[in-house]
Nanobody, 129 residues
Framework: QVHLVESGGGLVQPGGSTRLSCTAS????????VAWFRQGPGKEREFVSA??????????HYSDSAKGRFTLSRDNTQNTVYLQMSSLKPEDTAVYYC????????????????????WGQGIQVTVSS
């Protein structure tokens, strides 16, 4: 069993920044696939970013909307993954979810939420002036 807890977020002004955290208990992030998804008001859930462990190396993957503005990082000692979001836009307003899968995913499968085994409760990010 894996328990994921997100923190951070809140109200941010357009152009501002915030950092989301996802801390796991029960299992570690080692050899796992950890991703962030989001669901905006009236929208379907969409992929944001993911760590993909492969052969001892780690690859990061971003959606087109996140690329260049969001940065994924991790602290193995804290079993925590961070999503640093910058240059935020009103369309980034959403509930952000951390997701975990205990094995590697092929790149083409990262964006499909049904491939993840555990999810956090979600955290609201509102970008508004």
């Amino acid at each position: 069993q894996v328990h994921l807890v997100e923190s951070g977020g809140g109200l941010v002004q357009p152009g501002g920044s915030t950092r989301l955290s996802c801390t796991a208990s029960g299992r570690t992030f080692s050899s796992a696939t950890v991703a962030w998804f989001r669901q905006g008001p009236g929208k379907e859930r969409e992929f944001v970013s993911a760590f993909r462990w492969s052969g001892g190396n780690t690859g990061t993957h971003y959606s087109d909307s996140a690329k260049g503005r969001f940065t994924l990082s991790r602290d193995n000692t804290q079993n925590t993954v961070y999503l640093q979001m910058s240059s935020l836009k009103p369309e980034d307003t959403a509930v952000y979810y951390c997701a975990w899968r205990g094995s590697r995913l092929i790149v083409s499968s990262l964006r499909d939420g049904s491939n993840y085994d555990y999810w956090g409760q979600g955290i609201q990010v509102t970008v508004s002036s």
